[in-house]
């Protein structure tokens, strides 16, 4: 029995047409595949939207109330405590009296200084008398030389008649005329030693004063020794805190730290951030501080511009008026309020991510008007509680795949 031969419609397909088959065939899956790499269509996978954080709106700081009129007291002069006068928390003026010290050399010194100062002026006024007696006698002299002179002048005029009627002689005349000239010339060197007694007295009178003048400076600098042993506050304001505990008959060189001093009448906040955080701020935002419970307001005046410690120091000007409460150095914590363009964007952290350097990253994402994910690189900022800042690359209502779907 014959095996039914096969049918005629089965026929082997000839080479030609199965090669192209083939290569068509695997262009279109690897173009699917390629396609599928740099647009994903919505199904099966997990999404995340980009969105600002609200919790970045208000910005914390800490620091502490300061003076902008604040003064460290130091001693002046070496001595010993003989008197503590004022305690921390004291409100003072400029006279204010902090402590006492005594100092026996510095006494000694002024006593010194008062009693030359006194010789000095006791030389003086004993140069002056001098100088006055000498002038009188200049004076008599010069009065007696004077009417001498005016006699003699007299005489020569009589003579002068007398000799016209040979009453007296040639030579009686002769002698009366130099009698007038040498008169003259006597008063006229009297002239001559006053005028030099004047130039020695103004010299010897100067002399004296700057003598003088030198022992009251001398004095004046005593006194100011003996004055800066009673440690001043020198200026208003309250009694911040001692350098150490002072206790009576304790020695204290010059130059030792005694007291800060400051004016609680314009005080300040000095603030500090995290150095994060600092690109969120500016100078001209307000914040609102907290001052042992009670609410003040302030600005910023001033951002220091380098990092210490990964915190940025703000100085923030007080707007309202402080509580009784606000005293120097008194603890403050704040709350910056920034503005919505400030705060940072962020995004859900995706399982795996795609690092093309440091701060760049490949993600899948879209806009809100795209039906598709594309292939996006990304700049970042911080990781953080499994949130990613966007810096770049990114808006805010944008979409992006942060995991496939388990199904």
Do not use: C
């Amino acid at each position: 029995m014959e095996l039914p031969s096969k049918s005629p419609a089965i026929k082997k397909l000839p080479l030609v047409y199965i090669v192209p088959f083939i290569v068509l065939l695997t262009l279109l899956l690897l173009g699917n595949s390629f396609f599928s790499s740099n647009a994903i269509h919505h199904n099966a996978k997990k999404t995340a939207i980009v969105k600002y954080d609200s919790s970045s709106q208000k910005v914390n700081a800490f620091g502490a109330l300061k003076s902008s009129h604040q003064q460290n007291i130091v001693s002046k002069e070496s001595g010993t405590i003989i008197e503590l006068n004022l305690t921390t928390g004291t409100q003072v003026t400029p006279d204010s009296i902090i402590m006492q010290l005594s100092n026996q050399q510095l006494a000694r010194n002024l006593e010194q200084a008062k009693h030359e100062l006194e010789l000095s002026q006791g030389e003086q006024a004993l140069l002056q008398a001098e100088i006055q007696e000498q002038e009188l006698k200049l004076e008599n002299e010069k009065k007696l030389k004077q009417g001498e002179l005016s006699i003699a002048k007299i005489e020569l005029e009589a003579k002068k008649e007398l000799a016209k009627k040979n009453i007296v002689s040639s030579l009686e005349l002769k002698r009366s005329e130099l009698n007038v000239q040498q008169l003259a010339l006597k008063l006229s060197l009297l002239a001559n030693t006053k005028q030099l007694f004047n130039t020695i007295k103004a010299t010897k009178l100067n002399v004296s004063k700057l003598k003088v003048a030198e022992k009251q400076n001398l004095l004046i600098n005593a006194q100011s020794h003996v004055n800066n042993l009673a440690i001043k506050a020198n200026i208003s304001g309250r009694l911040q805190g001692m350098a150490k505990e002072f206790r009576l008959g304790d020695w204290l060189q010059s130059g030792d730290k005694i007291a800060i001093i400051a004016d609680d009448n314009d005080l300040y906040a000095e603030l500090y951030i995290n150095a994060s955080d600092v690109a969120l701020i500016s100078e001209g935002m307000t914040v609102n501080l907290n001052v042992k419970g009670k609410a003040a307001q302030g600005i910023i005046k001033s951002i220091a511009p380098s990092v210490e410690n990964n915190q940025i120091k703000l100085k923030v000007a007080i707007k309202s008026t402080l509580p009784e409460t606000a005293l120097p150095n008194v603890e403050v914590s704040a709350e910056i309020n920034i503005n919505n363009s400030k705060a940072k964007l962020l995004v859900t952290k995706p399982e795996k991510i795609s690092y093309v350097d440091k701060h760049v990253i490949e993600l899948y994402a879209r806009s809100s008007a795209k039906q598709d994910f594309e292939k996006r690189e990304v700049q970042i900022g911080q990781i953080k509680n499994n949130r990613i800042e966007i810096l770049s690359g990114l808006q805010a209502g944008d979409e992006i795949i942060i995991a496939a779907d388990d199904k």
